[in-house]
């Protein structure tokens, strides 16, 4: 038996049920990107808005679209759009069903009406979660244009990619005279809010529409945010966990989380679900000081745990955190080198790292350093490059920051090897396999070339030839010693 509304009433009582019949909503939110982080974050928080007091916000239903996966916006509808939270603590699982979803789309459909969701009246908001790599930025964090799924947009009548069906949707907004919604980007972007209009209007300049371009900076909302939980890829305990907690019933698409959770968003005017009813969220006037501390802190130190760890054969962030060696290599970095330019008290940044470390170490967390290593070239520039260029500016250390750049060159060279045990995914990925090729062995021809994409990487970083000189003799070592024996001479 699938969990479904008509299953929710024979669900054990330790299981949290919505507050509100999920058959009454209505929908106000477009949501893009329905995947595990949305579902364990913006779903949750929303749930928790429209159940607030006594009288129900049940105009404020998601329609939410997966962007690449046409499976599981099919296995939520078989479940009337319900699934279940399991947040794992390091002591034992605790199960909530969410009902915040009213519909569930897939992007790629020929037949998409996404852009005429958004454009209904009735959407107030919109939220992303696409991945940074989902913008199509360059390192300045404006638009590629070269970009191949950018190109193909551009000549659709129907998108695919988020700017794409952002696009559209002004357009008629523009053209009914109606009011647009907030849009909400909840990705791991530096000043993301502004980065996607300024990406957006970018999008309208390629189509040869300055007019909506300037209709956009005119009269849309884009606040700025930072979210931060840990949601990891779905594993098959999860099914079987869900079933053993919902009383026999099946979900077939539950995910995972930590119990810490995080929203800060920049306040904005107009209409709004009550989220700050969820514990964590809290709107505020600037989000630029959590925004760089989760970036550099949280998500730099991820970068670094994920690719020398699995390196190192640690292939999960707990077991890389957990790992006397590396988690100490890690601390440090976090808190010597990624608090650069974060305007927080020496006490709040020792609070920040030591929190960190303990959510990293989570056993009931499975986080696979394959899936933090996703996409690293569209997450270099801000979470690496800008906190070691602060860094090397004020003569302060910088090795953290130059292993994780050697353990990154490294990812590329073994798979071009073929001597990767995990899958690569990146958006760069052909042209970073190339440089191995062309390089093989030759590891500061590996580290020139790859610190020379400033695409990547940005301007060159001061006393360049230094800064690769060091990775390149890292990535020597890591190419040539036993891993584990490395780190410990580098510790």
Known sequence: MLLSRQALSKIPSTVYKPSFNPEELSPGIVHLGCGNFHRAHQAVATQAAIGHGEKKDLHWGIISATMRRPDLARQ???????????????????????????????????????????????TRIVTLTVTASGYYLTADGRLDPEAQDIQEDLGRKTPRTALGILYHAFSMIQKNGTTPPVIICCDNVSNNGQTLRQAVS??????????????I?????????????????PISDDIDDARRLLGGFTDEVPISAEPWFQWIIERFDGPRPMWEAHPGTRFVNNVEIFERAKLQMLNGTHMLLAYTGALAGLNTIAEAASDPVLGT??????????????????????????????????????????RIGRNGSAKMAMR???????????????????????????????????ALEISLTDPRADTLRLICAEARDDHKAQAEAFMAMEEVFGPPLPDHDREVSIVADILAKLSNQDVPDFLNTFL
């Open 76 to 122: 939520l509808a078989r479940q009337d759009n319900l699934y279940t939270l399991l947040t794992r603590t390091p002591t034992g699982t605790v199960a909530s069903v969410i009902a915040s979803l009213c519909e569930t789309l897939f992007a790629g459909d020929t037949d998409s009406v996404l852009a005429q969701r958004i454009a209904d009246p009735r």
């Open 202 to 215: 970018d999008f309208a300049a390629l189509r040869g529409n300055d007019s909506l371009a300037e209709w």
């Open 217 to 233: 900076e005119q009269n849309v909302q884009f606040p700025d945010t930072m979210v931060d939980r840990i949601a990891p890829a």
């Open 329 to 370: 290599i890690a601390a440090r970095f976090m808190r010597q080198e990624q608090s650069a330019e974060v305007e927080l008290s020496d006490e709040e940044l020792d609070n920040y790292s030591n929190d960190l470390m303990r959510r990293f170490r989570n056993p009931g967390i499975v986080h696979e350093a394959e």
């Open 384 to 418: 690496i490059i800008r906190p070691m260029r602060a860094n090397i500016e004020v003569g302060k250390d910088t090795r953290g920051a130059s292993l994780l750049i050697a353990s990154w060159i490294r990812w590329f060279a073994l798979h071009e090897q073929e």
